[in-house]
T-cell receptor, first 113, second 112 residues
């Protein structure tokens, strides 16, 4: 059974803290993605990685950074968390080759107080 | 740029009713089109897809037809069940593009 796992389902942090969200996939996929999901806004792409150590900004990268040191792992980093980063964060992966199905993790609901 | 517009929810239907969730898109080129579903407490999963004009995607009783002339990909099901309650997302990926563009999602609730 193919899987994308995320390190936490729920996370509560304080303003100014550094936050790490981890995502691991076991499908040997080249592509990995981080989205945030907010009511009425759908899914918005934060960052995308198409290979180890390679990354590309998505639609809303401000306030975030990413790290991909190994093919199976993609980390999202909030350098200094702010209340407007309270959201649901979804990780996904896919094969390269264009228009491939993306497989999603269960999400991390982050609350920044 | 590419965009997806889907009908706003929430949508509430009785069990066994007919379902349509509208989706239209704007894209250059020839995109592939997708419907994803998100059940409560879970991530998204692919429901169906179509890769070229007039293709029909189908799964679990749901269908959607890629209509290039109307730039639409409406989701339909003939008889919904309580277990279909979820949020449905329409999405597109343009040719050669690894990234998906999502609509805002439509929350569907089916009452017994």
């Amino acid at each position: 059974d193919v899987k994308v796992t995320q390190s936490s389902r729920y996370l509560v942090k304080r303003t100014g803290e550094k936050v790490f969200l981890e995502c691991v996939q076991d499908m040997d996929h080249e592509n990995m993605f981080w989205y945030r999901q907010d009511p009425g806004l759908g899914l918005r792409l934060i960052y995308f990685s198409y290979d180890v150590k390679m990354k590309e900004k998505g639609d809303i990268p401000e306030g975030y950074s990413v790290s991909r040191e190994k093919k199976e792992r993609f980390s999202l980093i909030l350098e200094s968390a702010s209340t407007n980063q309270t959201s649901m964060y979804l990780c996904a992966s896919s094969l390269s080759g264009g228009a491939s199905e993306q497989f999603f993790g269960p999400g991390t609901r982050l609350t920044v107080l | 740029g590419d965009s997806v517009t889907q009908m706003e929810g929430p949508v509430t239907l009785s069990e066994e009713a007919f379902l349509t969730i509208n989706c239209t898109y704007t894209a250059t080129g020839y995109p592939s089109l997708f419907w994803y579903v998100q059940y409560p407490g879970e991530g998204l999963q692919l429901l169906l897809k179509a890769t070229k004009a007039d293709d029909k995607g189908s799964n679990k009783g749901f269908e959607a037809t890629y209509r290039k002339e109307t730039t639409s990909f409406h989701l339909e099901k003939g008889s919904v069940q309580v277990s279909d309650s979820a949020v449905y997302f329409c999405a597109l990926a343009n040719f050669g593009n690894e990234k998906l563009t999502f609509g805002t999602g439509t929350r569907l609730t089916i009452i017994p």
